[in-house]
C-alpha cells in the first residue's frame, strides 16, 4: 500500500508564494508519474501539473509560468512551486502518483494525497 502526504497549504496573499510537498511511502518499487490536482468550490477538479521519473513537466493551461513542479526521486517527493498567487487559484490541492509495489509479482498502484486548502486572499 502507497501513501502520500501533502503539506505546505495556507493562507497567501495575492501575488505571493507558496511551496508545497508531496511525500509518497509504502512498499514502493518503482514510482512513475507524480501529479498535482487541484478543485475550487462548485468546480471540478483540474490539472495543476505532472512530472514523470525521467523529469519530463505538464501543466495545466491556468498555471503555465507561475507553478514549477518538481521531484526528488531518492525521497520519493514531489513539489509545486507556486508564484504570483491569484485568488483563483484558492482550492485544495491533492498529490496524485502512480508506480509499481514490491511483490512477486509487481503490482501497479494509483494513489491519492488527503489534500491541502490553499486559500489566496488579502
Known amino acids: 500500500q502507497v501513501q502520500l502526504v501533502e503539506s505546505g497549504g495556507g493562507l497567501v496573499q495575492p501575488g505571493g508564494s507558496l511551496t508545497l510537498s508531496c511525500a509518497a511511502s509504502?512498499?514502493?518499487?518503482?514510482?512513475?508519474?507524480m501529479g498535482w490536482y487541484r478543485q475550487a468550490p462548485g468546480k471540478e477538479r483540474e490539472l495543476v501539473a505532472t512530472?514523470?521519473?525521467?523529469?519530463?513537466?505538464n501543466y495545466g493551461d491556468s498555471v503555465k509560468g507561475r507553478f514549477t513542479i518538481s521531484r526528488d526521486n531518492a525521497k520519493y517527493t514531489a513539489y509545486l512551486q507556486m508564484n504570483i498567487l491569484k485568488p483563483e487559484d484558492t482550492a485544495v490541492y491533492s498529490c496524485h502518483a502512480d508506480g509499481l509495489v514490491g511483490g512477486s509479482p509487481f503490482r501497479s498502484f494509483e494513489a491519492w494525497g488527503q489534500g491541502t486548502l490553499v486559500t489566496v486572499s488579502s
Open positions: 509504502g512498499s514502493i518499487f518503482r514510482l512513475g508519474v
Open positions: 512530472i514523470t521519473s525521467s523529469g519530463p513537466t
